[in-house]
């Protein structure tokens, strides 16, 4: 249940923001997981109904999630390929030596609301 | 009233990163290699500590994280060295630790002399790989009785790390298990992780793990 004390830091984040930028409500949160992360979309907006309660401006927000792919570098061969599954292995030179290039993302992207 | 749209582009778990990346340096400049250790529940990382501190002395030091008890603490203290329980059941149960539980640890406790900083994280391969604790080496242990496909079917924790000890391998005489198999899985998430077989039973192996540290 690690998306319980994610929603708690983004919700943290935004409660800043909406003071900073001074306004009313929040109304969407939008959040970008690279699927590397074990964050399961209904999980995070669950955890996110439940505890925006708990935050003054919140009662209209809903959570958007965007998964990004996690692409892998072979250092041999310089491909770049996208992967499903767990297998760090170059398609095309079938070397290992391959770099993570993204899919650990865990980032909140934009957050709209109304202002006066 | 207007829509406005703000465009935030800022880590979720900065606050725990910030932390994170503190304690690294904050330890690093007091000559403290910090270890995190991640693995699922029963996989022997508490018997690992128990033979490391009968090897290695007291300066080593162990930071405990559970849910509840404080048994392994209990366990390793009996070993001679200074032990740290973190339960998280005060913190609403959480499956993970959060680098700030560790700098309230570590503010508690006596570094003087210590050389090395192990954290036994929360018993799961899912939560505790999401976050940072600050540590140095992030490993994960996994005995030879939990199966081959483990790194298959937790890949962050095995991307997160650079370590893996392959522990209980005792047992491989009564097992179907082929510890190539395993290492073959690990090759798959992570072509570069170091991998140490051992066993804290009859310390088979265990000059590696010792080496490694040294």
Known sequence: ?116 | MDKTEIKVMKKILSANDKIAGELRKDLADMGINFINLMSSPGSGKTTIMERTARELGNNICVIEGDIQTTLDAERVAKAGIQTYQINTGAFGGDCHLESAWIRSAIDEMDLTGIKTLFVENIGNLVCPAEFDVGAHTNAVVLSVTEGEDKPLKYPLAFQTSSLCIISKIDLLPYLDIKIEEIKENIKMVNPKMKVIELSAKTGEGFENWINFLK
């Open chain 1, 1 to 116: 249940m690690h998306e319980g004390a994610i929603v708690h830091s983004l919700l943290e984040i935004a409660k800043d923001i909406r003071i900073k930028e001074e306004l009313n409500e929040i109304t969407e949160v939008k959040i970008v997981v690279g699927k590397f992360h074990q964050i399961v979309e209904e999980v995070m907006i669950a955890n996110f109904d439940f505890m925006k309660t708990e935050y003054s401006g919140f009662d209209n927000a809903i959570l958007l999630m965007t998964e990004k792919e996690v692409s892998v570098k072979c250092e041999d061969c310089k491909h770049e390929f996208t992967i499903d599954e767990p297998i760090f292995m170059c398609p095309k030179c079938d070397s290992f030596n391959t770099e993570l290039i993204s899919g650990k993302e865990l980032y909140i992207e934009t957050i709209e609301g109304m202002k006066e």
